[in-house]
T-cell receptor, first 115, second 113 residues
Framework: AQKVTQAQTEISVVEKEDVTLDCVYETRDTTYYLFWYKQPPSGELVFLIRRNSFDEQNEISGRYSWNFQKSTSSFNFTITASQVVDSAVYFCALRDTGANSKLTFGKGITLSVRP | DSGVTQTPKHLITATGQRVTLRCSPRSGDLSVYWYQQSLDQGLQFLIQYYNGEERAKGNILERFSAQQFPDLHSELNLSSLELGDSALYFC????????????FGPGTRLTVL
C-alpha cells in the first residue's frame, strides 16, 4: 500500500529564513508521481510542484526548490527566503500510474512565517 | 484560481439530512475526483469519475454516492448525515486519468449539527 509520511507537524521560522519540508514515501510501483500542495488559511488546495519517478533531476523554480532522492524515498521541498504569505499547511502526495490514480496525502506540515 | 468550481462554499445541516455538493471541472478535463478532509482522517480519496463513468472508489461510505453528468460536472450526495461527516469536501479534476496533475476546487465546508 502507498504511504506518505511528513514527520514534521509544525515549523515556525522568521521571515527571510530558508525552510525545508520533509516527505518520505512508500510505494511498490516503479513508476509514480510526487506532488506538493499548499493549503493557505483560506482553505483551498493549491498545486505547487510535481515530480515523476523516472526524473530525478532536482529543480529550482523561483523561491521553491525540491530534492527528489529515489534511493531514500524522499521528496523534500525548500522555500528560500520565506515570506509571511508562505504561511500555510503543506501537503506531500503520491500517485501511481495504475487504474486508480488517487492521490495519497501525508498529514501535512503547518508552516508559520513570522515577520 | 484553479478553474475548478464547487458549490456551495459552506453548508450547515442537521443529522439525518441529505445534501448535494456540486463540482464543475476545469474546461476540457474529463476526470473528477472527490476528497474529504477531516481533522482526524486528514485528506482521503473518496471516488473518481472519468467521462461519466465511475473509475475508482476509496474510503467512501455507503451513505455517500456520486455521479458525473454528460456535461462533466459532478455531484456528491451525502445522506443520513452524522456529526462525523462534518468536513471539508474537495473536488479535483485532471485532463485524463493516468498522468495528469489534479487541480483542486475551493472546497465545500460541511457542518452537521
Amino acid at each position: 500500500a502507498q504511504k506518505v509520511t511528513q514527520a514534521q507537524t509544525e515549523i515556525s521560522v522568521v521571515e527571510k529564513e530558508d525552510v525545508t519540508l520533509d516527505c518520505v514515501y512508500e510505494t511498490r510501483d516503479t513508476t509514480y508521481y510526487l506532488f506538493w500542495y499548499k493549503q493557505p488559511p483560506s482553505g483551498e488546495l493549491v498545486f505547487l510542484i510535481r515530480r515523476n519517478s523516472f526524473d530525478e533531476q532536482n529543480e529550482i523554480s523561483g523561491r521553491y526548490s525540491w530534492n527528489f532522492q529515489k534511493s531514500t524515498s524522499s521528496f523534500n521541498f525548500t522555500i528560500t527566503a520565506s515570506q509571511v504569505v508562505d504561511s500555510a499547511v503543506y501537503f506531500c502526495a503520491l500517485r501511481d500510474t495504475g487504474a486508480n490514480s488517487k492521490l495519497t496525502f501525508g498529514k501535512g506540515i503547518t508552516l508559520s512565517v513570522r515577520p | 484560481d484553479s478553474g475548478v468550481t464547487q458549490t456551495p462554499k459552506h453548508l450547515i445541516t442537521a443529522t439525518g439530512q441529505r445534501v448535494t455538493l456540486r463540482c464543475s471541472p476545469r474546461s476540457g478535463d474529463l476526470s473528477v475526483y472527490w476528497y474529504q478532509q477531516s481533522l482526524d482522517q486528514g485528506l482521503q480519496f473518496l471516488i473518481q469519475y472519468y467521462n461519466g463513468e465511475e473509475r475508482a472508489k476509496g474510503n467512501i461510505l455507503e451513505r455517500f454516492s456520486a455521479q458525473q453528468f454528460p456535461d462533466l460536472h459532478s455531484e456528491l450526495n451525502l445522506s443520513s448525515l452524522e456529526l462525523g461527516d462534518s468536513a471539508l469536501y474537495f473536488c479535483a479534476s485532471s485532463a485524463t486519468v493516468f498522468t495528469d496533475t489534479q487541480y483542486f476546487g475551493p472546497g465545500t465546508r460541511l457542518t452537521v449539527l
